[in-house]
């Protein structure tokens, strides 16, 4: 269950590039990796995983999701309180 972590960003409605900029932005002094046109999205999120913030929480490995946008709502499942981006 997550402590204090939030994300409002709903992966539906954005691209990778944009969703990670966001997450990015929020979580920037965990220096998450900027992404670009060559960054493959499971690398990132495997990235994403091992930042501090996130490791104590039950966030999904990307292995298995065929999509970026499956494994990040499984991503806001797992960390927003309710499950709501």
Known sequence: MATNI???YDPR???FQEWADLMCEQYGAQNLEQVNSSTRWPDWGNGLKAIDIFTNESVPNTN???NWQDWAQALILSVN???NA
């Open 6 to 8: 939030a994300i409002p």
């Open 81 to 83: 309180p309710g499950g």
């Open 64 to 66: 298995g999701f065929v």
């Open 13 to 15: 409605i954005y691209s």
